[in-house]
């Protein structure tokens, strides 16, 4: 598989909003964004099914919404209220039938 490829990340203030985007290929079931701040494992931030079911980290639960864009391949983050803990790289995870693929990541820094 072709390792997704992520954009949109940067440096916003603490109350601001960034969305990022993730584009991959193949028969994908699954696309997720995760995070890894510094010190910290990486965790799971919010996933998309292929049938549009979501699920979202309670940390973010009312702030960041997953889309899909009309390719069914492209998977959106929209990032609302964001705080400083928020702070990490974003990876997207592509999720096929038989394995998956990370993208390199995108730094998201906010500052308060």
């Known amino acids: 598989q072709v390792q997704p490829v992520e954009s949109g990340g940067g440096l916003v203030q603490a109350g601001g909003s960034l969305r990022l985007s993730c584009a991959a290929s193949?028969?994908?079931?699954?696309m997720g964004w995760y995070r890894q701040a510094p010190g910290k494992q990486r965790e799971l931030v919010a996933v998309i099914t292929i049938s549009g079911s979501t699920n979202y980290a309670d940390s973010v639960k009312g702030r960041f919404t997953i889309s899909r864009g009309n390719a069914k391949n492209t998977v959106y983050l929209q990032m609302n209220s964001l705080k400083p803990e928020d702070t990490a790289v974003y990876y997207c995870k592509a999720e096929y039938l038989l394995g998956s693929s990370w993208g390199q990541g995108t730094q998201v820094t906010v500052s308060s």
């Open positions: 193949g028969s994908i079931v699954k």
